[in-house]
């Protein structure tokens, strides 16, 4: 018996069983449940990412940020467990890695990013040994934690590289962590940010006030360095700058890796000169189909990759979508909302909001530029619980768009 493509058609079809995507096949059919909706996504594991920094930190375990993805997928949607290949948007089509093929009435495109943990000489071979750890992938983060614990002075360094990348704030609240725990049980240790970018944050509000978290905890900041080459066992690292290439020892190494859009977004007609998918940053429509849609990581749009992004932007291609599908919606445009809960101690948390043009636009009546005990709270309990309850269940709480802060602007 021969395994001959197959050919599928749907209305709706949504790359990618993420964040993004599943919360789009979810708000589809909580409005809608006769809607024929399919999510290509191959793995049968989901994860809470924004965890792993608490993971690395000690706050949580590995366990409580992974799920079944069958759990978490609409019961009225096809699940068709496969990866893409291509994409033939003047017919309609997505190839998949099987052969099979998939005709669609509209796209949502929500496909993550890829780490490009490759493009760093040595990484790959190292990571999760020799001291050399990354909170981004769900089996380091716990060895994050035990190196932190493990640590017995000398050089730490924590690395960032060029933007964009999911969660900007991540390799910075592993820093932060770690740095505290070494304070609080009087370890030494010689603590090093190499940031490829040259502030501490995008938004000079945050920025500033990370600069006084920095100076507070003796961190060295080293901007407009690009780690490009580890040796782990020689515990050797190597950096480039505009003077050059700069060499420097470690004990322990976090590293955060290289980014950009999947590979076969990159080679697509989808996607732009840097490899995106290229999408209305407010409508969300890809800009030269106007029967697909891309949201989360995999797109252009100037916001922050992270998972409050997600929760303002999947309700505006769910409503879209349904507009367009001739339900009774109305348009939606999304204001590149994004938050970045930064944890800069165990146990306090500033929690960035911002938009569009770096305006500040907080969910409180509080400074946000103050680390804060109850912002902890949120980050440790009241998220995860908002991810698996109300992101994935596709439910939009239509919560008012936070007032702009023009006060904070610096």
């Not at 089509?93 to 490009?116: E, N, S």
């Amino acid at each position: 018996m021969s395994n001959q493509p197959q050919s599928h058609n749907h209305v709706v079809v949504i790359v990618g069983g993420g964040a993004a995507g599943i919360s789009v096949a979810a708000g589809l059919l909580r409005r809608h449940g006769d809607l024929d909706v399919a999510v290509v996504e191959p793995s049968e594991s989901h994860y809470y990412q924004p965890g792993w920094t608490l993971v690395g930190g000690g706050a949580m375990t590995a366990e409580e940020t992974h799920r079944q993805e069958r759990d978490y997928m609409p019961d009225r949607a096809t699940w068709i467990k496969d990866a893409v290949e291509s994409f033939q948007p003047d017919e309609n089509q997505v190839t998949l890695v099987t052969g099979d093929k998939i005709t669609y009435k509209y796209l949502v495109v929500a496909a993550g990013l890829k780490l490009d943990w490759e493009s760093v000489s040595g990484l790959e071979d190292t990571l999760g040994n020799n001291g050399v750890t990354s909170n981004y992938r769900f089996d380091l983060a716990p060895y994050t934690w035990r190196l932190t614990q493990e640590f017995s002075g000398g050089k730490a360094l924590f690395t960032q590289p060029a933007m964009p990348i999911k969660c900007a704030g991540a390799p910075q609240k592993a820093m932060y962590l770690s740095t505290d725990y070494w304070q609080k049980s009087g370890q030494s240790a010689d603590v090093h940010f190499y940031n490829q970018g040259g502030a501490m944050f995008g938004v000079p509000a945050y920025a500033e006030a990370l600069e006084k978290v920095v100076s507070d905890y003796g961190i060295h900041k080293h901007f407009g360095h690009n780690l490009t080459a580890v040796d782990g066992p020689a515990k050797k690292a190597w950096f480039e700058t505009e003077d050059g290439r700069v060499e420097t020892d470690f004990e322990l190494l976090h590293v955060v890796p290289p980014q950009s859009a999947p590979d076969f977004i990159k080679a697509s007609p989808l996607s732009g000169d840097a490899g995106w998918v290229t999408v209305d940053k407010h409508s969300l429509r890809h800009t030269e189909h106007a029967n697909i849609y891309g949201l989360g990581d995999c797109t252009n749009t100037p916001n922050a990759k992270t998972a409050a992004a997600v929760r303002r932007q999947f309700p505006v291609v769910v409503s879209n979508l349904l507009r367009d599908l001739g339900h009774n919606a109305e348009e939606a445009l999304y204001d590149g909302y994004g938050a970045c809960p930064l944890t800069t101690e165990s146990g306090k948390v500033m929690l960035a909001e911002f938009r569009y043009d770096g305006e500040i636009v907080p969910s409180f009546p509080l400074d946000p530029r103050v680390p804060r005990r109850i912002n902890w709270y949120m980050k440790r309990r009241f998220f995860p619980w908002l991810y698996w309850n109300v992101i994935l269940a596709g439910k939009d709480w239509n919560k008012p768009a936070p007032k702009p802060r023009p006060d904070l602007l610096s």
